[in-house]
């Protein structure tokens, strides 16, 4: 079956621009994730929504950061006022339920020139 | 101390042989524990899961678990030098389950 998508594959933005990156999950999965990979730092968890209930923001750098999910399937990761520290990989990762594996899509590779 | 660790490598190995990578984790809550494998400009890729205490066999590849001494290790018989990739270690996390701490990866070399 299909997997994760997002788009755009590549995004690259001037400083201070808003991006918008999307993310639909495998069919069926209930639970969406947020990754964020970049040099130096390795793959760190940003956000978490699961069904009806309220997301885990927790991990989520600064409040330039935001992301929805619409009826509980695609979702969109929304950085307003792009820096260059944004800069990396935005991966999005599905999951059955909650606790179960969690499998990544392909990727966003954000470039703030 | 990092809540993952893992050897950044790279382990180079040759062809058939058996490579053996490595994971160390502080959480002792921690309940889950998964191996992905991820190749230069591309995403990771889910390859093994572990949930209990032992051996787990899927094809040429062994996670192995052992929680009292907070280690979990990834065996890949017959090597194939299409196996030269990064290889994650990630565990869920004591505050919630759902989340994947992540190791900084071994890169593995598996040499004709």
């Known amino acids: 079956g299909a997997g994760v998508s997002q788009s755009p594959s590549n995004k690259v933005t001037e400083k201070g621009k808003d991006v918008e990156l999307r993310c639909d999950p495998i069919?069926?999965?209930?639970?969406l994730y947020w990754y964020r990979q970049s040099l130096g730092q390795g793959l760190e968890f940003l956000i978490y929504?699961?069904?009806?209930?309220?997301?885990?923001k927790s991990g989520l750098p600064s409040d330039r950061f935001s992301a929805e999910r619409t009826g509980g399937s695609v979702s969109t990761l929304t950085i307003q006022r792009t820096q260059q520290e944004d800069s990396a990989v935005y991966l999005c990762?599905?999951?059955?339920?909650?606790?179960?594996?969690?499998?990544f899509g392909p990727g966003t590779r954000l470039t703030v020139t | 101390q990092k809540e993952v660790e893992q050897n950044s490598g790279p382990l180079s190995v040759p062809e058939g042989a058996i490579a053996s990578l490595n994971c160390t984790y502080s959480?002792?809550?921690?309940?889950?524990f998964f191996w992905y494998r991820q190749y230069s400009g591309k995403s990771p890729e889910l390859i093994m899961f572990?949930?209990?205490?032992g051996d787990k066999e899927d094809g040429r590849f062994t996670a192995q678990l052992n929680k009292a001494s907070q280690y979990v290790s990834l065996l890949i018989r017959d090597s194939q030098p299409s196996d030269s990739a990064t290889y994650l270690c990630?565990?869920?996390?004591?505050?919630?389950?759902?989340?994947?701490?992540f190791g900084s990866g071994t890169r593995l070399l598996v040499r004709p």
């Open positions: 990762a599905s999951s059955l339920e909650a606790e179960f594996e969690q499998y």
């Open positions: 069919s069926g999965h209930t639970a």
């Open positions: 929504f699961q069904g009806n209930s309220a997301p885990d």
């Open positions: 959480d002792r809550g921690s309940q889950s």
């Open positions: 572990i949930y209990s205490n």
């Open positions: 990630a565990v869920n996390g004591m505050d919630s389950s759902y989340k994947l701490i």
